[in-house]
Structure formats: structure tokens, C-alpha cells
């Protein structure tokens, strides 16, 4: 049956492609580190895998051929009662084209055929390949894959009046549509500058930069921190006669249970100041005296914080504000939401906007004062 769609905590299926010298391996672990703490890689590449050993904390795998899927399979298994956080596959493209992969099991499959047909040949063989895309795409760990690239080469301008060659990678070495599997795809150049090719946490889209372990703890972030919500100021607050709301995470870890709402509660205006929530009638029908100005605090109140000024609200537990605030990646995905209406990156924000967004951070850090 149909159920309400929620986005709830999940690992990352995340690809790096590239030519040779792309930095795809050590851009794997840079991102794992900031995704978890215990590490684990697959090696293919001939102990290619350790040679960053000095630099990281990891465990590796030393995978010789044959490369089938089937033995891709047993490793990610034992990854996963190993209780890695994540795993790191290096490289996928071994079990396409390496020694012993899909395309010589194809080959094989083929010669052992009466009738030498190729395309039957797939029939026996698909399935091998589907079960090693399905362990990665259902294990509990994140995984991250790096697969090569069929490269070529083009002539550029450096930027001085000449020409140079500059490597480019092309396709990746794997079976085409395989980046429908995952949840990212960067495609790596060889200057170590990723790009996004697919993203579903539309935390790349358009932008080039270089990975590291701040791009793992985003991702980190983006897939454990529910999503914020949005909600119009002219749509009934669905949790306005709930009395005891379930505890949500915030942005240190902990969980912060909200209190039931009894009252209206205060508004942030664009002058810092707050609007005193209106009086409500008693049972009897007298309207209770004025207590003063409320104070916005850890106590379970909720800021409102306008939106581009159109009606639109971001609404959440002030305490849950406020430790977001000291978490970069927490408060990137705020003023993101912020910024809802324009679906502008936080990175492409002009000054002015920035300035503005910083203005109103600090009047709700007054409010808690």
C-alpha cells in the first residue's frame, strides 16, 4: 500500500570516474574519512590500494584475478559483517573488463555455446553482473566506487597563446547505464577537479571543485539530518494539536524532543525583534494578561525564519536551530533552504546576500541570549 513519502537516513552509492592519474583513489579517501571511521577497500590494482597507508587510517583487501563478480560479491559481504562504515571499491571496472570479468565470462560462455551466438551467451552471464550491482546498491555500508575511463586526448589552449594536449577521460569502463545505480556520479579530470555528472543530494550541482573530507562530511550530513522543511505560512500547521511530537536529531548528534505546543509562538521580523504571540481566550472566554515579551530560547520554541519575504517559512525548533548553527554542513543546508525560492547554490550567493544572511544568524543567536 501507498504510505506518506519521507526521506529517511540511507548510505551513499557515490562514483568517481577518471583517466589514469585523475586521483581517483585518493580522492575515495578523502571522501570516506569524512563519511566514517572505519574504512575498508577492495584492491585491484595491484597493492595500488596501500600506498596511502601514511596518510590514512584503512583496511584493504588485495583482490587478484580472476576479477568475477561473484568474488566482488564475498568481499562486500564480509565488509559488511566487519562492521565498516564504508567501503571503498577500487577499481569497479575490473569486474567489466579485467581478467576473468564480465566481458571474458561472456567470451568463454560463448566458445562452450553450440551455436556460438554471442547474444545468448549474455543470457548466462547478466546475471552474475546484476547480483554484484545489486550487493552494492543494498549493502549497509557507503560505498564508494572508482571506475576508469576510456580516455582521449585534446588540444586546448593554455592560456598563454599556446596549445597543449590535455588528457581527457571519456565513458567509463563498465556497462553502459551503470550510472543509473548510483546516487552520485563525479567525473574526475586530470587536474583532480571533480565535476558532477548525476547528483540526487544536488549538493554539486554546477560546480567544479577538488574532493576532500569536507565533501564527505557534507554528504555525511545530507544523509543522516532529515530533510528541512518548508512550508508556507498560509498552510495549517499540521503539528499544531500534537502533544508530544517525536524526538528529531539535531545537528550534533543528540535528540531533542519537542515540547506541546500550547500557545502561539514568536516570530522573527526583519528587524530582529519578535512579535508577541497573539492572547487566546480561556475556557471562560477572558483573554489571560499579557505576560511581556517572550524570549526564543533552547526550551522548545520554533523560529520562524522568512524567505525571501514571499510568505514562505522555514520552521524549526529553536534549540535545533541554534546547535545547527555551530555545524557548518547543517547550517550550509539552512541557508540553502533560506535561499529556496531562487534555488540558488549558498556558494554563488552575492555579497550583499550574504551579508543579509549573516545579519539575521546573529539576531537569532541574540534571541537565545
Known amino acids: 500500500m501507498f504510505r506518506k513519502a519521507e526521506r529517511k537516513s540511507s548510505k551513499i552509492r557515490l562514483a568517481l ?47 587478484q584475478p580472476p576479477f568475477t563478480p561473484k ?20 577499481s569497479l571496472s575490473h569486474a567489466w573488463a579485467g581478467t576473468g570479468g564480465v566481458l571474458d565470462m561472456k567470451d568463454l560462455a560463448t566458445k ?32 564508494i566506487v572508482t571506475m576508469r ?17 590535455v588528457k581527457i577521460g571519456l565513458s567509463p569502463v563498465q556497462r553502459d547505464g551503470l550510472e543509473y545505480e548510483f546516487t552520485t556520479v563525479l567525473d574526475l579530470s586530470s587536474d583532480h577537479v571533480a565535476s558532477c555528472t548525476k547528483d540526487r543530494t544536488s549538493l554539486f550541482d554546477g560546480k567544479f571543485f577538488v574532493p576532500s573530507v569536507e565533501t564527505g562530511q557534507d554528504l555525511r550530513t545530507w544523509f543522516t539530518a532529515p ?23 539535531n545537528g550534533n548528534g543528540s535528540q531533542v524532543t519537542a515540547p506541546a505546543k500550547t500557545h502561539a509562538e514568536p516570530q522573527v521580523h526583519d528587524n530582529g525583534s519578535q512579535a508577541s504571540p497573539a492572547a487566546s481566550s480561556n475556557d471562560d472566554g477572558h483573554k489571560p494578561e499579557s ?29 535545533v536551530l541554534l546547535d545547527s548553527l555551530e555545524s557548518v554542513p547543517v547550517k ?38
Open 17 to 63: 570516474c577518471g583517466p589514469a592519474g585523475s586521483g581517483k583513489t585518493f580522492s575515495a579517501l578523502l571522501i570516506a574519512k569524512g563519511l566514517g571511521e572505519k574504512i575498508a577497500v577492495i584492491d585491484t590494482e595491484n597493492g595500488s590500494g596501500e600506498l596511502y597507508a601514511h596518510l590514512f587510517d584503512y583496511d584493504v583487501a588485495s583482490l
Open 71 to 90: 568474488r566482488y560479491v564475498e568481499l562486500i559481504k564480509g565488509a559488511e559483517k566487519a562492521g565498516y562504515d564504508v567501503l571503498i571499491i577500487d
Open 112 to 143: 562452450a555455446s553450440k551455436s556460438g551466438n554471442s547474444f545468448t551467451a549474455w543470457r548466462d552471464v547478466t546475471p552474475e553482473h546484476n547480483s554484484l550491482v545489486d550487493a552494492i546498491i543494498f549493502s549497509n555500508l557507503h560505498v
Open 149 to 165: 575511463t576510456k580516455t582521449a586526448w585534446e588540444i586546448v589552449d593554455d592560456g598563454n597563446g599556446r596549445k597543449k594536449p
Open 227 to 249: 530533510a528541512v522543511k518548508v512550508q508556507d505560512e498560509t498552510e495549517p500547521d499540521r503539528n499544531s494539536h500534537v502533544q508530544n511530537a517525536p524526538a528529531q536529531a
Open 291 to 319: 505576560t511581556g515579551k517572550q524570549k526564543a530560547n533552547g526550551n522548545g520554541n520554533k523560529a520562524t525564519v522568512p524567505i525571501n519575504g514571499k510568505g514562505h517559512h522555514v520552521v524549526l525548533p529553536m534549540d
Open 332 to 369: 550550509k543546508a539552512l541557508l540553502e533552504a533560506w535561499w529556496f525560492e531562487n534555488k540558488t547554490s549558498i556558494d554563488s550567493i552575492n555579497k550583499d546576500k550574504r551579508k543579509q544572511i549573516s545579519e539575521e544568524v546573529k539576531k537569532l543567536k541574540k534571541m537565545a541570549a
